[in-house]
Structures are given as structure tokens and as C-alpha cells.
């Protein structure tokens, strides 16, 4: 096994709002990804690199051990399913909830007049729990992203997204109409990592829960 700590994380929020935690761990991204095109990014330690993925791909490069470490959504973390991973620290930034939306009026009860009801989502793991958990069969539409348009357009009843401030839902008319839980971006680690590397990977982690413990009193 090598000697450098590869941590896996999407750029946008969870770069961003990463990056002073991991700044607490003494890691300082040498490059912004907004503006490189690199995948792999330096630190100012030589023996820590950081790779900018999809947030939906970072479970994946964290089981295979393609990455010792991880930052990811709790959502991406439940379609995943967190084989392979351990899933040590929340780091209470990327907060939001999952909500099941719809336009106002829309039913609750699973059915419509002549079929089941239509979820269009990008977490149909989550999405199939909940339903089945509610004793409701219905049938689920996965989607990429705009979640918010398939009521409009008629392709959906309901949805199940993330909601933050509840701006795109207003934006398109549509209501929150129930939580399924709260999102936020945790610590994921390799399971050969953590015992291969545990020295350098629990001083990381510790850092982390100190960065996290001061952010949030
Ligand atoms: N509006 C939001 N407010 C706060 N956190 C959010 C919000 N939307 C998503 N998140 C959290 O941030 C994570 C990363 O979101 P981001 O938008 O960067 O990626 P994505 O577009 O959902 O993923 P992918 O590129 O894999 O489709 C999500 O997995 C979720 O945990
Ligand atoms: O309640 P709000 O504050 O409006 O946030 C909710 C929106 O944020 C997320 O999308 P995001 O901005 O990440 O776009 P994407 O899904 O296309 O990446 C989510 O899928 C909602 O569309």
C-alpha cells in the first residue's frame, strides 16, 4: 500500500465547505478545481492528494480503495448502500433535507384514479423505502437532476429531492409536502485503509472532529 492518503471529494458545495476542515487537518488544496481541469489536485502535503469526482462516484472510489478517503452526501451514501465503507465522522456541512414534493394539491394516498402513483427521483433507494415503509406501491421514475420539472410536465404525481432553502420548489410551484431525513456530508473511509493506514487516517480524523466540534458551537 502507498504511502500518500488520497481523499475523494466533488467540487462545488462540498469543496468548498470542506476545505476549512480540512484546513483544521493542516491540508491546503494547491489548486482551485473551479478553475483546473486536473482530477488529481496536489496539497501543500506531499503525502496527501485530493480527487475531484462526481458526488454521486465518491462511495464507489472509497470501496474500491481507489481513494483511503472520502467526502460524501448522507443521500449518495443510502443509494449506495456504504458496502465496503466506514463511515466514521459527520461533518454537518451540505445540510438539507429529503422531502417527497409536489404541486399543492397532490394526493398522498399512493394511488391515483386509475394507477399507482408516479415518484420521480434521483434516490430511488431511499424513494422505495419510504413508499414501502408507508405500505404504498408506487412506481419509481429515476431521473438525473430537475427532479422539479416532472410534475410540470406531467411525467410525475410526486418527487423526492433535497430541499434546502425551498427556493426551486417555489420557484416551480410545487410544496414540501413530507421529510423522509436530514442530509448532511460525512467522513467515509476505506475498510483496508483504516487498518493499513490507521495512524495517519485517525490523526486526519480526529483534526476533522475538532474542526467540526469549533464550526458548530
Ligand atoms: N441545495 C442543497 N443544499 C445543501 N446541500 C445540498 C443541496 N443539494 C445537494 N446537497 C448536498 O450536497 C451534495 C453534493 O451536491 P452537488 O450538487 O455538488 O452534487 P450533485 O449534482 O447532487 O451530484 P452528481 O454530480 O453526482 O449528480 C449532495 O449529495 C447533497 O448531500
Ligand atoms: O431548496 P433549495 O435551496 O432551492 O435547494 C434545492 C435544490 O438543490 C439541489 O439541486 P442543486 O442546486 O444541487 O442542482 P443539481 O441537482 O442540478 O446539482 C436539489 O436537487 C434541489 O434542486
Not at 116 to 122: G, L, N, P
Request: glycine residues 8%; hydrophobic residues 40%.
Amino acid at each position: 500500500m502507498s504511502n500518500t492518503l488520497t481523499i475523494a471529494l466533488s467540487k462545488g458545495r462540498i469543496f468548498e465547505q470542506a476545505m476549512p476542515l480540512l484546513a483544521a487537518g493542516g491540508i491546503r488544496a494547491a489548486e482551485d478545481p473551479e478553475k483546473s481541469r486536473k482530477l488529481i489536485l496536489d496539497t501543500n502535503d506531499p503525502r496527501v492528494k485530493l480527487v475531484i469526482i462526481r458526488a454521486s462516484d465518491v462511495p464507489t472510489y472509497v470501496e474500491y480503495g481507489a481513494a483511503d478517503l472520502g467526502i460524501a452526501g448522507k443521500d449518495v451514501l443510502l443509494e449506495h448502500g456504504g458496502e465496503g465503507l466506514y463511515e466514521p465522522l459527520d461533518l454537518g456541512i451540505a445540510r438539507c433535507r429529503m422531502m417527497v414534493a409536489g404541486k399543492p394539491d397532490a394526493q398522498l394516498d399512493g394511488r391515483t384514479d386509475r394507477r399507482r402513483q408516479r415518484i420521480a427521483t434521483k434516490y430511488v433507494r431511499c424513494a422505495e423505502r419510504h413508499f414501502a415503509a408507508k405500505g404504498q406501491q408506487v412506481e419509481i421514475i429515476k431521473l438525473y437532476g430537475s427532479m422539479e420539472l416532472a410534475p410540470l410536465v406531467g411525467l410525475s404525481d410526486l418527487i423526492v429531492d433535497l430541499v434546502e432553502s425551498g427556493n426551486t420548489l417555489k420557484a416551480n410551484g410545487l410544496v414540501p409536502l413530507e421529510h423522509i431525513c436530514e442530509i448532511s456530508s460525512r467522513l467515509v473511509v476505506n475498510k483496508a485503509s483504516w487498518k493499513m493506514k490507521h495512524a495517519r487516517v485517525t490523526a486526519l480524523l480526529e483534526a476533522l472532529r475538532g474542526a467540526v466540534t469549533q464550526q458548530a458551537a
